[in-house]
Structure formats: structure tokens, C-alpha cells
């Protein structure tokens, strides 16, 4: 309802009422009150007792029209104007009204913040020294064959966002791999790791690029143990990290980077001040944004609240997801998408892959596994397109689909409301909150240094 007509409905509203209490009048005094026997005093007494009735009916109406209308407008409209959010504590609620029904209001998808703490293995909980001796392995190039690359190489995280900003990461010798460095920012909370999922802990995925011929290029595991036993200064670290008496293996210098990795946690963004209770801290776009990230089902793959169902939070019966779900011919030939299948069998027509997280995902172009898209609007484009089945239109009529069965010779209309521009930019609003305040600044120095 736009502002006209709930003024309009006002008006009329206020007009009822004035005729409804001129009507009560003449009852009152012509009818009720002579066949009552009530006097002058006292028939106005009546009037005023059925009046008052007849008022906070009106007003109830009127609320209750505002109520109803009011909030979908402002979040729907243009506006700047930050809207109004309504907070309900369901469990005060439940126990206070146990019987009160409140109509079209239910229980959702839950919104929540991430932990200021990564959950770390028994046998490799997280200390300072450890802290400490894995920073300092994190960015050792001494750990690749000819000394120029660190693992900070590809995940940049003392001036970026945990990535490079490359389609395919920069290894040893100048080769190029086929995969897109994916964010170490709060990867402590990820169940898997690498694209394809092949990893199941830090500690898993920290012997792979060093050995990686495309990467860091060390021959053994072995060898890489001994580049740290040689070096004199890694030894009073590791011996206050794990022990005097223990030796340098590649189980301590993975476990080392691990403990490193589990501290680089971002929660210092909007969508988290948000949940905690500033209602302030989403615009209207973004709250807009993050109803249809909700509607439109991305949380079914980026749930949590590291908004990845690979992540430790709530185990989903998959870590991994086919990609693309829906045939793109469009999409598929222009960004190569299912060139590389993952961790699908080779030849298939569709990939699997792990569920990224999308926290800092504004900041961590370009994006899916081959780095093919460099922006953010023609990512959430082609994810709407083929892993929800939606159409991007401007048309408010376009929302009829025809599908054809051609094994069961049946066919069937499909009606859905297409993603309009202003939705795709509304969803990726939202997620530019995802980005983390201390990150975003950074960024913000890198550019304005190039």
C-alpha cells in the first residue's frame, strides 16, 4: 500500500467513525434511551460507553492496517530510509502467550554470528607458541624448492583478503595452476578443504602445496622437514611450541601452520553486528539482499554461520554439491564451467565441489574454481541462473516457465517471480556485509597504493 492510499484508507476510516457516532447518538437518545427509561445524563453516559467502543475499534483497524502495510513498503521502495525490523523474543513469547496465534508469523531459517574461537583437534589445541611458530611458517619461502614462495604467497593475509586475486595461483618457475586460491580466512571453520574437498582438516591441506609440482614445488614431505630441521632458528620455537624433546616432523610444522590458520577469523562485520542486535548496521538494500539470499534458497548450500555448508557447524548430509545443477549453454561456454569437474569422475558433464564460504566474498575476486568471473553481480547471476533454476528479467510478467519431458512425453508450466536487476544488486548489497571491517580498510589501502 503506498502512502496515498494508506491515507486515503484513513480518511475514510475517520469518515466511518463520524458517521457511526452520529448514528449512535440518534439510537441512543430516540431509541435506546426512551425505551429504557434512562435520563438526559444518563443517555450520554451510554454514548459515551458505546462510542469509546466504537473508537478503539477504529484505532485497532488503523494499527493494525499501518502494521500489515507499512514495513513491506519501506523494504520494498527505493528509499534511504532504513527499515523498520521488527524483533520478537519467541521464547518470552511462547511462554508469556501460549496461546496467542499470530498470523503469517512462524519461525525461519536461524541467522547467526560466528564464533570468535575455531574448534581445534585434541591432540593439536591451539597455543600462543604454536600461534607464533606457524605465522612464521605460514610466510616462510624457504619452504618451496627455489625460495620464492611462501604459503602467504597465495593466501595473502597481512595485505589482502587470503588470496591472490589470480584465476590460477602463481607456483615455482612461473607455471600457473587450474584453480582459483580460495580465502584462508576463517577456513578454521571449514569441515574440508581444497575445491574439491580432498582434505579433511588444516593439517591435511597444509602437505599439499609445498609438494604440489605447481606450486611450491618440494620433491618429499621429507624434504621439506628437513629444509626446517637446517635451520637453527626454527629450533628453540618448535621447542616451546611442542617440547624440548620432541623432533621437527612434518606432523609438528603442519600442526604449527593449523594453529596459525584457526586464528584468522573475521567477525567484525555488518551482517554480525546486525544478528548481535544492531538493527542499524544493514541498509535497505542489504536487508532486502538478505531476504532473497533466504527466498531464493542460497542458504540451502551457504548456510551456517560461515555461510558454508562444508563448514563445522550443523553437519549437512553433504559437504560437496553438483555444479552446475541447471544446464547454462550461455554460461557454461563463456566461463568454462564444467572444463574441470572436481571431485567428479573425469568426462562427466557436471562438477562437485566443495561449498565455499561467502564471508569476505566481495573482497576475494575472481570467482568459482577457475577464476573465470571477476566480478561479484555476474557471480550471483550465474549461480541464480544454474544452481536455482531462476531467470534474470526486468519483466514482473516473466515468470511463467514451460517444461518438456521428453521420457515422459508430459508437459508442464512452472510459474516462479524471475531476479530483476535491482535483486541481483539487492543480494550482492548483502553480501558486501559479509566483509570484514579490518579487511575492507586494507583493501581500500592497497588500491588507493597501486
Known amino acids: 500500500m503506498s502512502n496515498a492510499?494508506?491515507?486515503?484508507?484513513?480518511?475514510?476510516?475517520?469518515?466511518?467513525?463520524?458517521?457511526?457516532?452520529?448514528?449512535?447518538?440518534?439510537?441512543?437518545?430516540?431509541?435506546?434511551g426512551p425505551l429504557s427509561g434512562l435520563s438526559g445524563g444518563r443517555k450520554w453516559g451510554l454514548t459515551l460507553v458505546l462510542g469509546s467502543g466504537m473508537l478503539a475499534f477504529s484505532i485497532k483497524l488503523t494499527i493494525l492496517a499501518t502494521l500489515v502495510h507499512f514495513p513491506e513498503r519501506t523494504i520494498r521502495s527505493g528509499m534511504v530510509a532504513q527499515p523498520a525490523v521488527l524483533v520478537v523474543d519467541w521464547e518470552k513469547l511462547n511462554k508469556d502467550s501460549p496461546k496467542m496465534v499470530l498470523s503469517g508469523m512462524q519461525k525461519g531459517y536461524v541467522w547467526r554470528t560466528l564464533p570468535e574461537r575455531a574448534p581445534a583437534p585434541d591432540w593439536n589445541p591451539t597455543t600462543p607458541e604454536k600461534v607464533a611458530l606457524g605465522e612464521r611458517l605460514f610466510h616462510d619461502t624457504s619452504l618451496s624448492i627455489d625460495g620464492t614462495l611462501s604459503c602467504s604467497s597465495c593466501h595473502d593475509v597481512r595485505k589482502g583478503a587470503g588470496e591472490d586475486h589470480r584465476s590460477g595461483s602463481l607456483g615455482v618457475g612461473g607455471q600457473v595452476g587450474s584453480r582459483n586460491a580460495p580465502t584462508v580466512w576463517n577456513s578454521g571453520f571449514q569441515s574440508v578443504l581444497f575445491w574439491d574437498g580432498r582434505a579433511a582438516s588444516l593439517e591435511e591441506q597444509a602437505k599439499g602445496p609445498p609438494t604440489n609440482p605447481k606450486e611450491m614445488g618440494m620433491p618429499s614431505l621429507q624434504a621439506v622437514e628437513q629444509r626446517v630441521k637446517d635451520n637453527a632458528a626454527y629450533r628453540e620455537p618448535f621447542a616451546k611450541a611442542f617440547g624440548a624433546n620432541q623432533p621437527i616432523t612434518i606432523k609438528e610444522i603442519t600442526a604449527a601452520i593449523a594453529a596459525y590458520e584457526r586464528t584468522l577469523i573475521t567477525t567484525d562485520t555488518p551482517y554480525d553486528r546486525f544478528v548481535r542486535g544492531d538493527e542499524k548496521a544493514l541498509s535497505a538494500a542489504q536487508l532486502r539482499g538478505m531476504?532473497?539470499?533466504?527466498?531464493?534458497g542460497c542458504?540451502?548450500?551457504?548456510?551456517?554461520?560461515?555461510?558454508?555448508?562444508?563448514?563445522?557447524?550443523?553437519?549437512?548430509?553433504?559437504?560437496?554439491?553438483?555444479?552446475?545443477v541447471f544446464n547454462s549453454a550461455k554460461y557454461e561456454a563463456r566461463y568454462n564451467l564444467t572444463k574441470d569437474v572436481g571431485a567428479n569422475e573425469k568426462g562427466s558433464a557436471q562438477g562437485v565441489w566443495r561449498v565455499p564460504s561467502l564471508r569476505n566474498v566481495a573482497l576475494t575476486a575472481p570467482y568459482f574454481h577457475n577464476g573465470s568471473v571477476d566480478n561479484l553481480p555476474e557471480a550471483v547471476r550465474i549461480m541464480a541462473t544454474v544452481q536455482r533454476g531462476k531467470r534474470i528479467s526486468n519483466d514482473i510478467n516473466d515468470n511463467k516457465t514451460i517444461v518438456w519431458s521428453s521420457r515422459d512425453k508430459t508437459l508442464a508450466r512452472l510459474e516462479a517471480a524471475p531476479l530483476s536487476d535491482r535483486d541481483v544488486n539487492d543480494i550482492v548489497e548483502f553480501l558486501k556485509a559479509l566483509s570484514s571491517d579490518a579487511l575492507l580498510a586494507r583493501s581500500k589501502v592497497a588500491v588507493r597504493g597501486m
Open 299 to 324: 542458504i540451502l548450500c551457504h548456510s551456517g554461520p560461515n555461510f558454508s555448508a562444508a563448514s563445522v557447524f550443523d553437519p549437512p548430509p553433504a559437504t560437496q554439491r553438483i555444479f552446475p
Open 5 to 32: 492510499g494508506l491515507l486515503n484508507f484513513m480518511t475514510v476510516s475517520l469518515v466511518m467513525l463520524l458517521i457511526g457516532i452520529a448514528v449512535l447518538l440518534l439510537m441512543v437518545h430516540l431509541e435506546l
Open 291 to 296: 531476504a532473497l539470499f533466504q527466498t531464493v
